[in-house]
């Protein structure tokens, strides 16, 4: 069965830090881009970031350019994403997703920045 | 980059059929061919309904159907269903080698 499961959300002050993983199985990981899109509570969802098979090009959103990194290990059939500086307005649930079509998704982890 | 613009919800009575819209610029959906759309129930994660602008990933029934004109896509339910209900997005590639959604559509099953 194609899975992704994300892990690493919670709680974290405003200008704090958090690392996000996602594990892959099921699949060939390493034929595949991956992307992280987001989700505000009650609000729609936000195309974060994607990065190709070898972690060779990465592109990020606007919003978030400059302090997430979006990485991976091919080995670990992993994804991360580490997030720094992190805002009120970056509170949302994290989905980890596979390919040119987002397809599947994980079930996602909330990430909640508060003080 | 904006949201790519869909209307906020649509209704139909169960057999009706639905179209959702969804606009954006030449810097996106008037690019590509990289337009899909997703369903999300409540409490659930998205699932692709629609990818490259006309096609139904297998186990999605056939009445959901893609188009695209211009700078504007479109999701047409035909036959609605009361499990249809849910909210959908629209996605697409951009020249930026950024993606982008829609803003979402609620649709009710009257």
Redesign the interface.
Known sequence: EVQLVESGGGLVKPGGSLRLSCAASGFTFNRYDF?W?RQAPGK????VS?IDTRGA?I????SVRGRFTMSRDNARDSLYLEMNSLRVEDTATY?CTRG?????????TLVTVSS | ?S?LTQPPSVSGSPGQSVTISCTGTSSDIGSYK?V?W?Q?SPGT????MI??VTNR?SGVPDRFSGSKSGITASLTISGLQAEDEADY?C?S?TT?????????TRVTVL
């Not at chain 1, 729609?44 to 195309?47: D, R």
């Not at chain 2, 994660?45 to 692709?48: D, H, N, R, S, V």
Request: charged share 15%; net charge negative.
């Open positions: 992307s899109v729609g969802l936000e195309w994607s090009y592109y990020y959103a606007d989905y040119t079509w987002f397809d599947p998704w994980g079930q996602g | 980059q949201a990289r899909s997703y999300q994660a998205p699932k692709l990818y490259e990933p997005y996605s590639f930026s080698n950024t993606y982008v959604f829609g803003s979402g």
